[in-house]
């Protein structure tokens, strides 16, 4: 049974920083690109960032350029998201999902999804 799972979200002071975690099973990770998408309540879903099956990187928001990083290890089957310098902006639900091989330009095609993890930053 394919399956991704999201953890190491919580609660997070302004400023501060999580690593949130991305783990596939059932399938090999290392074949997708795999992206960081969140929600926050009231809003849509946007893109965040994501990591190609050649460690390429693509941005979604430049609001987490120099903040954000994600980051792959193929070897446990994780895709991690490094969240630095948060702010209360960043306060919602984080998604991993993963499509081919390149990240494209946003949701679409996506096909598996994590069920999310939720990140609150205080103030």
């Known amino acids: 049974q394919s399956q991704l799972v999201e953890s190491g979200g919580g609660l997070v002071q302004p400023g501060g920083s999580l690593k949130l975690s991305c783990a596939a099973s059932?399938?090999?990770?290392?074949?997708?690109?795999v992206g960081w998408f969140r929600q926050a309540p009231g809003k849509e879903r946007e893109g965040v960032v994501c990591i190609g099956t050649l460690g390429n990187k693509r941005n979604y928001d430049d609001s987490v350029k120099g903040r954000f990083t994600v980051s792959r290890d193929n070897a446990e089957n994780i895709v991690y998201l490094e969240m630095t310098d948060t702010k209360p902006e960043d306060a919602a639900v984080y998604y991993c999902a993963v499509r081919g091989a390149s990240c494209g330009d946003g949701p679409a095609d996506f096909h598996l999804w994590g069920q999310g993890t939720q990140v609150t930053v205080s103030s």
């Open positions: 059932g399938f090999r990770l290392d074949y997708y690109a």
